[in-house]
């Protein structure tokens, strides 16, 4: 665990002294490095046990998948912003570079954190990284009030979250999460606001429909490095702390969660119809992952073994999915200089190969069978219909706009008559075919053994 951490934190040195010429070839190989030596933690010894343990990490088959899954979007990172950092200085390049190890340290802290405080404190720490992503290397004029937007929303949710943790701490005199006891300590009405103290933060991490508006515009303003990161691993660290926080307050009622359900169910269906009529790319990308999350959220509350394991394939299929999703917009963003649906049409004359990747990304984006998408939306789907049937009315509605939304981006961006601007097209590189291989290359190969991520 020590080795991973300690190679991940000196990429930070490494991305300031490393020859300029030589600056994203090693840093990239360096980082896939790590993440290969990191895939040996899903060959899980005690299952359904904490393993790898010390006094402050731990790992088990929560955290293992969550963090091999935020390392390998490092290296992805690097190769994506490449041509948004070609003209930049050669300074501004390490800091970039150092600014994203910073986070992806920081993010394995959180994932393998057993205190709660650490946690906490690793939890509100990815927000600094991410912030200088969005204001400093973002594209918009609006990028500050959408970095506002990111801020506030998070620190108000978590504030109540601290708040929590220490009134834990002087109950029991420790925050380590696999000793809680917490049955006799608390009234019922006290439990009910330790609940909403504690999920809020995570709830608007997710992000729970109501408290979503700060995720399109962050990923809007955001440079492609930003929205890969938001989208793959950020909103993850929403339902990880669901699913770690919810066993250790047992003396809620059920009667709790029904609202919470009810409002990710509903906003499932608004976010889904909101993609209908959106006009940027990326703003349909990004309410999209909105209304995946509500589902994880939904499994996440209701908390059967199946519901759990189906967000936990959910989270890691639509992380690497939605990430692929947003390097094929900036493929054509770094084209055409727009992300306009109207003007960025019938792409498939001019590059047929990247024709290929929309495809098979909006497939997955759509839970085609036999993506590990569709096993998790069909765990997660099955759980809650034996929960309650009437369920299946909100979620097979929302199968059904996602595939509808999905097919129109496709048949958009790469079908229709295209406009004069595009018949001067730059060809695709390389980099970007392997970009898209390295992402389609976990999602594929997990076909064939799903259970590793349960």
């Given at each position: 665990?020590?080795?991973?951490?300690?190679?991940?934190?000196?990429?930070?040195?490494?991305?300031?002294?490393?020859?300029?010429k030589?600056?994203?070839?090693?840093?990239?190989?360096?980082?896939?490095?790590?993440?290969?030596?990191m895939?040996?933690?899903?060959?899980?010894?005690?299952?359904?046990?904490?393993?790898?343990s010390?006094?402050?990490?731990?790992?088990?088959?929560?955290?293992?998948?969550?963090?091999?899954?935020?390392?390998?979007?490092?290296?992805?990172?690097?190769?994506?912003?490449?041509?948004?950092?070609?003209?930049?200085?050669?300074?501004?390049?390490?800091?970039?570079?150092?600014?994203?190890?910073?986070?992806?340290?920081?993010?394995?802290?959180?994932?393998?954190?057993?205190?709660?405080i650490?946690?906490?404190?690793?939890?509100?720490?990815t927000?600094?990284?991410?912030?200088?992503?969005?204001?400093?290397?973002?594209?918009?004029?609006?990028?500050?009030?959408?970095?506002?937007?990111?801020?506030?929303?998070?620190?108000?949710?978590?504030?109540?979250?601290?708040?929590?943790?220490?009134?834990l701490?002087?109950?029991?005199?420790h925050?380590?999460?696999?000793?809680?006891?917490?049955?006799?300590?608390?009234?019922?009405?006290c439990?009910?606001?330790?609940?909403?103290?504690?999920?809020?933060?995570?709830?608007?991490?997710?992000?729970?429909?109501?408290?979503?508006?700060?995720?399109?515009?962050?990923?809007?303003?955001?440079?492609?490095?930003?929205s890969?990161?938001?989208?793959?691993?950020?909103?993850?660290?929403?339902?990880?702390?669901?699913?770690?926080?919810a066993?250790?307050?047992p003396?809620?009622?059920?009667?709790?969660?029904?609202?919470?359900?009810?409002?990710?169910l509903?906003?499932?269906?608004?976010?889904?119809?909101?993609?209908?009529?959106?006009?940027?790319?990326?703003?349909?990308?990004?309410?999209?992952s909105?209304?995946?999350?509500?589902?994880?959220?939904?499994?996440?509350?209701?908390?059967?073994?199946?519901?759990?394991?189906?967000?936990?394939?959910?989270?890691?299929?639509?992380?690497?999915?939605?990430?692929?999703?947003?390097?094929?917009?900036?493929?054509?963003?770094?084209?055409?200089?727009?992300?306009?649906?109207?003007?960025?049409?019938?792409?498939m004359?001019?590059?047929?190969l990247?024709?290929?990747?929309?495809l098979?990304?909006?497939?997955?984006?759509?839970?085609?069978?036999?993506?590990?998408?569709?096993?998790?939306?069909?765990m997660?789907?099955?759980?809650?219909?034996?929960?309650?049937?009437?369920?299946?009315?909100?979620?097979?509605t929302?199968?059904?706009?996602?595939?509808?939304?999905?097919?129109?981006?496709?048949?958009?961006?790469?079908?229709?008559?295209s406009p004069?601007?595009?018949?001067?097209?730059?060809?695709?590189?390389?980099?970007?075919?392997?970009?898209?291989?390295?992402?389609?290359l976990?999602?594929?190969?997990?076909?064939?053994?799903?259970?590793?991520?349960?």
């Open positions: 665990m020590l080795k991973i951490l300690l190679a991940t934190a000196t990429l930070i040195p490494a991305a300031l002294l490393i020859k300029p030589h600056l994203f070839m090693i840093t990239t190989a360096y980082s896939m490095l790590i993440t290969l030596l895939l040996k933690w899903l060959e899980q010894p005690l299952n359904l046990k904490p393993y790898t010390n006094t402050l990490t731990m790992l088990d088959n929560i955290t293992s998948p969550l963090t091999i899954m935020s390392t390998w979007t490092l290296p992805l990172m690097i190769i994506a912003s490449q041509y948004h950092l070609a003209n930049e200085p050669v300074n501004r390049k390490r800091m970039f570079i150092a600014t994203c190890a910073t986070l992806q340290t920081t993010l394995i802290m959180t994932f393998t954190a057993t205190d709660l650490m946690f906490y404190i690793m939890f509100e720490t927000l600094i990284p991410t912030l200088i992503l969005i204001t400093r290397w973002g594209n918009q004029a609006e990028r500050l009030a959408a970095g506002t937007y990111f801020l506030f929303y998070t620190l108000t949710g978590s504030l109540p979250l601290l708040v929590a943790i220490l009134y701490n002087t109950y029991n005199y925050t380590t999460m696999l000793l809680f006891t917490l049955q006799n300590t608390l009234t019922s009405s439990g009910t606001i330790m609940w909403l103290a504690c999920m809020m933060a995570f709830m608007v991490k997710m992000p729970l429909y109501g408290l979503h508006l700060w995720l399109p515009k962050a990923h809007v303003e955001a440079p492609i490095a930003g890969m990161i938001l989208a793959a691993v950020l909103l993850k660290l929403g339902g990880y702390g669901i699913i770690r926080m066993p250790l307050m003396f809620t009622t059920h009667t709790i969660y029904l609202p919470f359900i009810v409002l990710s509903w906003g499932m269906i608004m976010t889904s119809l909101i993609c209908l009529r959106q006009t940027d790319l990326k703003s349909i990308i990004a309410y999209s909105v209304s995946h999350m509500g589902l994880v959220i939904a499994a996440t509350l209701i908390g059967t073994p199946w519901s759990i394991a189906g967000a936990m394939l959910l989270m890691i299929a639509h992380g690497l999915t939605s990430s692929l999703l947003f390097c094929l917009a900036n493929t054509n963003y770094e084209r055409t200089h727009t992300r306009t649906l109207l003007l960025t049409r019938g792409l004359l001019i590059l047929p990247m024709t290929t990747w929309w098979i990304a909006s497939l997955m984006n759509l839970a085609l069978p036999p993506t590990i998408n569709l096993f998790g939306e069909l997660i789907i099955t759980s809650l219909f034996n929960w309650n049937m009437t369920t299946i009315i909100l979620t097979g929302t199968t059904l706009i996602t595939a509808t939304y999905t097919l129109y981006i496709f048949i958009t961006t790469q079908r229709t008559s004069h601007l595009t018949k001067t097209l730059t060809p695709t590189h390389a980099r970007e075919h392997l970009l898209m291989m390295l992402h389609l976990p999602l594929t190969l997990l076909i064939t053994h799903p259970a590793l991520m349960f």
